[in-house]
């Protein structure tokens, strides 16, 4: 009997994979080592995006938990330029498992966003995780040439999946994805401009803790630093006052005056290697000794606030681990390096970080996409007080009045952070308690802003439970 009921239940999944679906046998995985038992499904594998050049994608897919036919597709890109986000947005922060303590084997994340969603994570641009291209010149590259890539990438994965072409699709991201998703964005409204058939169905974009602009955002740290108490108010004030960052860019961080550049540098020096730039009330971890434990068996899992702050070296040692990338169906040209989280292969063109984001937000905004703009308030490296500006810069642009006041929003009868809306197109939400990676460090939260986003709705300004809590 028990026999047959596996029989069966194989030609089930191969009838539903095979022709009820169209989705890729090939790419279903069908357990990873140590994965917790789960009732959905998940996928990965490659895309090719430039044949003749041997370039192509590694992308990470999973279903939403419950009812996946009547949820959208939901795109995350992580930043860096040049980090994983299947590392990143699918293990660490939004996706269905984080890794476990002693880096052999998964646990559930019960906030996973695929309570709300499809998720799709892909490792881009090429050279990022186990993405890669055969023509080496290929890993020097720069922002056009990843939107185009995932544009690309996009129309090819349909082919995969053809049954999410008709479905809502949303583009989400984190901090260099401040420039991945607007550009990826507008890209796909040029090709929906161009096309007389298939047309991408975009209903809305989120960007947590996002590169905008960096003549603003490189300031705030520092405003950050000081209205922290992380450093003096003699540098605070010197840096606030001596430093013109109006002419500031990546490829050239000293054009500002000496004493600016002194009082940075000693900024740097005070706040030093033993905080997490990123979440600021976060303990470090200590990866030499995590690695050792790792490799000895033993679970190294550090606790701070309720995170595993060591869950980048567990995830590290789980990802090269042959059976997981056998499982994943990843690493198929058996690259001559190991996976890590932000690339160590690619010449990324360091002067598009200093594009300036708002003007392909606004056209997003004006073709009735809507745009939340998401800050971790315990982030020092993308910080709020740059954020909020630029998205009230960028409403005052669009002649947006207020349609939402600046004010507190609750989950689990909580403050979940603070939000306010513009022209009912433009939010920026803060999420309290927060890090840079949103979702590592305020998962219950940042599941409950997703969740809102993608169902049109606005965070609740008062404490009576709400379907999200």
């Known amino acids: 009997m028990r026999l047959w009921w596996n029989f069966a239940a194989v030609v ?42 041997g370039r192509s994608l590694f992308y990470y897919f999973v279903e939403a938990a419950e009812d996946p036919d009547r949820k959208p597709l939901t795109l995350w890109l992580n930043g860096g330029p040049g980090c994983s986000s299947v590392g990143g947005g699918a293990f660490t922060e939004l996706g269905p498992f984080y890794p476990r303590g002693d880096g052999r084997g998964l646990r559930i994340n019960s906030k996973s966003w695929n309570k709300a969603s499809n998720l799709l994570f892909v490792e881009s641009p090429a050279g990022v995780g186990w993405s890669y291209s055969n023509t080496s010149s290929d890993y020097t590259c720069g922002d056009a040439s990843t939107a185009m890539d995932m544009h690309i990438f996009l129309m090819e994965w349909y082919k ?87 002419d500031y860019t990546f490829g050239s961080p000293h054009n500002v005056s000496l004493p600016c550049n002194h009082a940075i540098s000693k900024a740097n020096e005070i706040v030093g290697d033993y905080i997490n730039n990123y979440d600021v009330i976060l303990d470090v971890c200590y990866p030499s000794i995590v690695e050792q434990e790792l490799r000895l068996r033993k679970m190294a899992t550090k606790i701070s606030v309720g995170v595993d702050v060591c869950m980048s070296s567990e995830r590290h040692f789980y ?38 984001i708002l003007p392909l937000l606004k056209r997003i905004v004006q073709k009735r996409i809507p745009v939340w703009i998401f800050s971790g308030d315990q982030d020092s490296v993308v910080p709020l007080l740059g954020s909020r500006t630029l998205v009230r810069e960028l409403a005052h642009d669009l002649q947006f009045k207020i349609t939402v006041p600046y004010g507190a929003w609750f989950h689990k009868g909580q403050v979940g952070g603070w939000a306010t809306e513009y022209g009912n197109m433009l939010t920026f939400a803060t999420v309290r308690g927060a890090a840079h990676m949103v979702p590592y460090a305020q998962p219950s939260r940042a599941l409950h802003l997703f969740s809102s986003f993608v169902r049109g709705r606005r965070l609740p300004n008062n404490t009576r439970p709400s379907i999200d809590d």
């Open 12 to 53: 089930v999944v191969v009838v539903v994979v095979g022709s009820g679906y169209g989705f890729p046998e090939e790419d279903l995985v069908t357990k990873l080592p140590g994965q917790p038992v789960v009732k959905f499904r998940q996928y990965a594998g490659y895309v090719d995006v430039d044949v003749k050049n």
């Open 160 to 246: 995969k999946f053809p049954t999410f072409k008709t479905r809502d699709l949303f583009l989400t991201g984190e901090s260099y994805a401040g420039h991945y998703i607007p550009q990826l964005a507008v890209a796909l409204l040029d090709h929906n401009e161009h096309s007389t058939e298939f047309k991408f169905k975009i209903k809305g974009v989120a960007i947590g803790n996002p590169l905008l602009r960096l003549d603003r955002d490189v300031p705030a740290t520092y405003e950050f630093f000081w209205s922290h108490g992380m450093i003096s108010d003699e540098i605070g004030l010197t840096i606030m006052n001596d430093c013109d960052f109006d």
């Open 319 to 356: 990802f090269n681990l042959p059976e997981v990338q056998k499982a994943l169906h990843a690493n198929r040209t058996n690259l001559p390096y190991s996976w890590s989280m932000c690339s160590e292969v690619l010449n990324y063109n360091e002067t598009d970080g200093n594009i300036n």
